[in-house]
């Protein structure tokens, strides 16, 4: 992927640096559709690559089990003019390189100062509640398809992953008796 959007970057003899690049492919999870979309959309947008949704107010929330911190962290990125379905993927993203730094470092595509807030953020919330979050994030995003309102659904799922006893699934009560 890497190799065909600096192909597309030079025969349209586009300005864009290599982390715009890795952000575009970042963003495709493997589609070479994907990929020329999401440069399509930095290009358009004119979007530096280092804006992007800031998540330490949602991981704190978590690590903390603040619903109201949780709540006005997404109202702050929606206000933003992130859209919920994106912040929620996005999240998923940041939520599976912390797993992967807590379980299999070396997997992880995280380096640098980005690496070890992830690797923090994985301590304080736990392998438990970080796979949960994932696994809660991920029905989120299915479920956001057909919502009236998706920012609602994201909300509904951040209230069960602050407060476990609004989940009634195994991994919630598991990790409640843990």
């Known amino acids: 992927l890497h190799q065909l959007l600096a192909d597309v970057a030079d025969r349209a003899n586009l300005n864009i640096d290599e982390e ?3 952000i575009a492919i970042q963003r ?3 589609s070479a559709r994907d990929a020329l979309s999401a440069l399509d959309q930095i290009v358009a ?3 530096r690559p280092d804006v992007r949704a ?3 107010g949602l991981f704190d929330a978590l ?3 603040d619903i109201v911190a949780a709540l006005t962290a997404v109202a702050a990125l929606t206000g933003d003019g992130w859209d919920p379905e994106q912040l929620a993927e996005n999240f998923i993203s940041e939520l599976r390189q912390t797993f992967l730094l807590l379980t299999a470092p070396d997997l992880s595509s995280t380096y640098g100062g980005d690496r070890e807030r992830l690797a923090a953020w994985g301590q304080q919330i736990g392998l438990p509640g970080t796979v949960r979050a994932i696994e809660a994030l991920g029905r989120s995003v299915r479920e956001m398809h057909s919502a009236p309102d998706a920012t609602v659904v ?3 799922t951040l209230a069960r992953l602050t ?3 609004l989940d009634a699934n195994v991994a919630a009560v598991m990790e409640r008796v843990a």
Request: net charge negative; charged share 25%; proline share 5%.
């Open 163 to 165: 407060h476990p006893e």
């Open 63 to 65: 690590a903390r089990t």
């Open 154 to 156: 994201l909300e509904v």
């Open 45 to 47: 947008s004119g979007l």
């Open 54 to 56: 800031n998540f330490d």
């Open 28 to 30: 495709a999870k493997g």
């Open 20 to 22: 715009s690049l890795t």
